[in-house]
């Protein structure tokens, strides 16, 4: 019923930058919350950051300053700005999303399908 969509990961040296986007799609009424987690080698899945409809965010410690969080609600989009990338940021990273799907129904949370984001020193 809803897809998401990331792109934008890749290879990358350290201090570099990259830009994630995660597009939802399919039968959309409404999405609350939208989030960006990792994945890194033998490590839990992590939330890195988040963002409510109406713009407040919250950042792991670790990518607070390096890190942005945005997104577009006409076009029921996320983005993740990651600038000085570090080695220990490499993982693969998922988008979700809260999503209702009809004005009397209930969220429910959706993933993506992860992006692999590796950093190079």
């Known amino acids: 019923q809803v897809q998401l969509v990331e792109s934008g990961g890749g290879l990358v040296q350290a201090g570099g930058s990259l830009r994630l986007s995660c597009a939802a799609s399919?039968?959309?009424?409404?999405?609350?919350?939208m989030g960006w987690y990792r994945q890194g080698p033998g490590k839990q899945r992590e939330l890195v950051a988040a963002?409510?409809?109406?713009?407040?965010?919250n950042y792991l410690d670790s990518v607070k300053g390096r890190f942005t969080i945005s997104r577009d609600n006409a076009k029921n989009t996320v983005y993740l700005q990651m600038n000085s990338l570090k080695p220990e940021d490499t993982a693969v990273y998922y988008c979700?999303?809260?999503?209702?799907?009809?004005?009397?129904?209930?969220?429910?949370?959706?993933w993506g399908q992860g992006t692999q984001v590796t950093v190079s020193s």
């Open positions: 979700n999303a809260d999503v209702r799907s009809s004005i009397v129904g209930n969220y429910y949370t959706y």
């Open positions: 399919g039968i959309i009424f409404s999405i609350n919350a």
């Open positions: 963002i409510t409809r109406g713009g407040n965010t």
